[in-house]
């Protein structure tokens, strides 16, 4: 069963049986309904609806119009409707018309939000719209602020948009404000009062506004935030439940972005695409019932988003480039391992990945060198990058092997240090695969980066050459003493305005040390969630923006309307400024932080940064004391030898006292550079020594 339409845990129903009237009055049914009859062994009721016309039960499949879709569009841009997305759009559009507030409910990725935003985008001149998403922080003061921020006064105490169009609220994350001491969550009740009264009150004359000509349609994901909201407030919705797509409906879904893109290929290529579909699906399952979402690993839920970037980095590829059916199974393996292995914690998940992955691609590839790319030792580099070709060439090709990679990289450094603070990197195996994830993130239309490791992992620095690689400028802000919320605000606008005005390229570098308050992932949250932060400009700004941009709005063939224009300056920042967001797992924080702003997990790519494996101690060790004078080659190799050795002692030791005392000790990278600087400088100490007591044996006091 696969989409149901059911109120969700409220008693009273008379709302959903007063929708249920009006849509059988507006139909207007002359026949006798126990004339109905669904066809025998043909899926369930929730798959049918009644024909007006021809008194009979039709399959919603039959509604689905097919879209042609081009891939040099952004995925997210496109809409592809299936049968069950038909018959939810069917209500939606049923109670936008009736002008009655909806509600669709459903876990994380299973399409809400695309499915309200796929209907917004094309309304009648007569409808606008207006998008507000909830966070834990969300506040009845600013909520309102949002609401009233397109009305305009009318006559009296009446408020309403502008002329005479209907506007629409889109609330997404409805369940998402934390609650008062009282169990209430604020803007929720303000809703209700709107929706049951038709008015509220202004905060500042305490005088009654009469709200017309608006509705509202809302998303909430019952698996997050607040488990229950106001049943007040639910009664007055037409509630629907939304499942997680059947498999015919990915096949459509994928298959239509898959197919529009293989079109330029050879044919034996395009005559690959239904296994690469099969493929995906089948690794995505296995993935879902392999990985367990947990209080621990509460970022292991793989949803239709997660699926959506595996056939973004796809529709990456050329005919020139990746142009044999093993190189596509190649490019499947590594865009799947990107998406669902960089989240994964643990090398123990990451070997269960491998075995899964390689067992698929068995299955429906010709790839006869697969396992080389998967042995312990001396494996081969299943990498696809923009600089696989070079600095200059951006085409995206598989990386042939680590030197290349090494000096292309190597190259890249030396130019930024040229320009930039230096930054004194080791670019071992595992930094350089990092430097490619994170390249390959920004390099995605609308992609932010989420970079998790413990203190010292060299998260920062590799995001600084993975974006000057990309040629996008790293922006970062300053924490000072009396940093504020207001100067993060002043920061942000002046990222826009480089990014949606003058078109530059940026990555905005943001760490978890740097929140000084907790609202700026407020900000954050909904950058990453929509690209559009409501209420960051003041009136007089936006309008000067909206000055700025009308002549690109108008050579895009628009009409320079003041929604257009924003709508063009919100694109371009879309386009231009790409998050790297690093964050520790260490303690509670970034878990609760992920639970009250939803964007930070499902709107970013996450790169976890494992353990540096001791081949990668080693080369760093090797590097920092190549210059040291040693008396022999063998003392060198010795010493270099025992720097990964000891580290390695002491975590082992770690997990012992860990166990034992139930106390953790951590080491990161950043203590072993500690160690390298430490033996260092207390060599040079003792051989100051050693050469003063000898100065003094040999020249007397």
């Not at 019932?289 to 970022?299: D, E, Y």
């Not at 605000?489 to 905005?508: I, T, V």
């Not at 309008?543 to 009308?550: G, K």
Request: charged share 20%; proline share 4%.
């Amino acid at each position: 069963m696969l989409t149901h339409y059911t109120p969700v845990g409220q008693a009273d129903m008379s709302p959903h049986l007063r929708c249920s009237t009006t849509s059988i009055d507006v139909v207007s049914y002359t026949f006798s309904l126990t004339d109905l009859c669904i066809p025998a062994g043909k899926g369930t009721v929730y798959d049918y609806f009644v024909n007006a016309k021809t008194g009979k039960f039709q399959p919603w499949a039959e509604l689905v119009v097919d879209v042609q879709c081009d891939s040099s569009k952004p995925m997210n841009s496109v809409f592809v409707p299936t049968a069950e997305t038909s018959s939810l759009r069917f209500f939606l559009d049923m109670m936008v018309e009736l002008h009655k507030p909806i509600m669709f409910v459903g876990g994380a990725g299973v399409g809400k939000t695309q499915l309200v935003k796929g209907k917004l985008a094309v309304l009648p001149e007569d409808m606008m719209s207006l998008t507000i998403s909830f966070n834990y922080f969300t506040d009845v003061v600013s909520f309102q602020k949002i609401l009233e921020s397109p009305l305009e006064k009318k006559a009296g105490v009446n408020y309403g948009p502008p002329g005479t169009k209907q506007l629409i609220y889109f609330v997404d994350d409805l369940n998402m404000p934390k609650l008062d001491p009282y169990e209430t969550a604020m803007p929720i009740s303000l809703i209700r009062q709107h929706l049951g009264w038709g008015h509220w009150f202004d905060r500042n004359k305490l005088t009654q506004k009469n709200i017309n000509n608006t509705q509202y349609v809302a998303c909430m994901n019952p698996t997050a935030g607040s488990f229950i909201i106001n049943p007040r407030l639910q009664r007055l919705f037409m509630t629907l439940a939304v499942d997680f797509p059947g498999q015919d409906s990915l096949m459509k879904i994928y298959g239509t972005f898959l197919q529009g893109h293989l079109q330029k290929f050879k044919e034996d290529i395009q005559e690959l695409g239904t296994k690469i579909l099969q493929a995906a699906l089948a690794l995505h399952e296995r993935v879902s019932s392999t990985f367990r979402k947990t209080a621990v690993n509460f970022h292991y839920e793989f949803t239709v988003r997660h699926l959506a970037n595996v056939f973004q980095g796809l529709l990456m590829s050329t005919p020139e480039v990746v142009n044999t059916p093993a190189k596509w199974g190649k490019l499947w393996l590594h865009e799947s391992e990107r998406v669902y292995a960089d989240r994964l914690v643990s090398l123990q998940d990451l070997e269960t990945y491998n075995k899964s992955a390689v067992t698929i691609a068995k299955k429906y590839f010709p790839i006869n060198d697969i396992d080389d790319y998967y042995k312990k030792k001396d494996s081969r580099p299943l990498i696809f990058c923009h600089f696989s070709r070079g600095l200059t060439d951006k085409t995206y090709d598989e990386v042939l092997d680590y030197q290349h990679m090494y000096r292309v990289l190597t190259e890249a450094l030396l130019e930024y240090n040229e320009t930039n603070a230096v930054m004194d990197l080791v670019l071992f195996e595992d930094a350089m695969k990092h430097v490619a994830r994170i390249s390959r993130i920004c390099s995605s239309p609308g992609g932010h980066a989420l970079l998790v490791g413990v203190g010292g992992s060299g998260k920062q620095s590799l995001a600084r050459l993975a974006a000057f690689i990309c040629g996008y400028a790293t922006v970062t802000i300053v924490i000072s003493g009396n940093y504020s919320l207001s100067n993060f605000r002043e920061d942000l606008q002046k990222m826009y305005k480089r990014a949606g005005l003058k078109g530059e390229g940026l990555m905005f570098l943001f760490t978890d040390s740097q929140i000084v308050d907790e609202r700026m992932l407020v900000y954050v949250n909904d950058l990453l969630a929509s690209g559009e932060i409501p209420d960051l400009f003041a009136q007089e700004d936006r309008d000067e923006i909206i000055n700025a941009i009308r002549g690109e709005t108008k050579a895009l063939g628009l009409v320079d309307t003041p929604e257009n224009c924003w709508a063009t300056f919100i694109g371009k920042v879309k386009a231009n400024l790409h998050v790297a967001f690093t964050a520790s797992p260490v303690g509670e924080a970034f878990r609760v932080r992920s639970q009250r702003f939803l964007a930070t997990i499902n709107s970013t790519v996450i790169d976890w940064f494992q353990p540096w494996p001791e081949v990668s101690l080693l080369s760093v060790a090797r590097k920092f004391l190549d210059d040291l004078e040693l008396e022999s080659d063998a003392v060198r190799n010795a010493v270099v030898e025992f720097m990964p050795f000891s580290f390695a002692a002491v975590n082992k030791t770690s997990k012992a006292f860990f166990e034992a005392e139930r106390r953790y000790n951590y080491t990161t990278p950043k203590t072993f550079l500690e160690l390298i600087k430490l033996y260092k400088s207390v060599l040079t100490k003792k051989r100051k020594e050693s050469q003063e007591a000898i100065d003094r044996l040999e020249n007397g006091l």
